[in-house]
């Protein structure tokens, strides 16, 4: 006759129990949200840092507007009623232009301001004198 089978005993404990698996589980998800979260910071400073330059970029086409009106116009030209405030200038939608002219004895100081919602708004500024 022949002897009754038995299970094999093991020396060491081989796998991961059930608690093992959901703690790492924990882990992984909680390590990949932080990770995913550092990814739309990255991504929403990217597109602040866009509407910044083209702020820059409206501002300096202005200002070279108003260099380019002195010089086919005259120093007199260069007055607020003639740069009135712009909304949507050159077809970018959200952002406003502003200029400012501050006249002075001997000069005229010229600010021309651009602003998109939600950003900081950039300012250039220069002064022409009448020569």
């Not at 330059?53 to 009106?69: F, G, R, T, W």
């Not at 900081?120 to 004198?129: D, G, H, K, P, R």
């Amino acid at each position: 006759m022949k002897p009754p089978a038995t299970r094999p005993q093991f020396s060491s404990q081989a796998g991961m129990s059930l608690i093992e698996i959901i703690i790492v589980i924990v882990f992984i998800g909680v390590a990949l949200s932080a990770l995913l979260n550092s990814f739309n910071v990255g991504i929403s400073s990217s597109v602040g840092s866009e509407y910044l330059s083209v702020s820059a970029q409206l501002a300096n086409y202005k200002m070279e507007e108003i260099k380019s009106d002195k010089a086919a116009h005259g120093y007199d030209y260069l007055d607020e009623a003639n740069y009135p405030q712009e909304t949507g200038p050159q077809n970018f939608t959200g952002y406003a232009r502003t200029v400012t002219i501050t006249a002075y004895t001997d000069y005229k100081e010229v600010q021309v301001t651009v602003s998109h919602d939600g950003t900081q708004e950039v300012s250039l500024t220069a002064q022409f004198a009448n020569y």
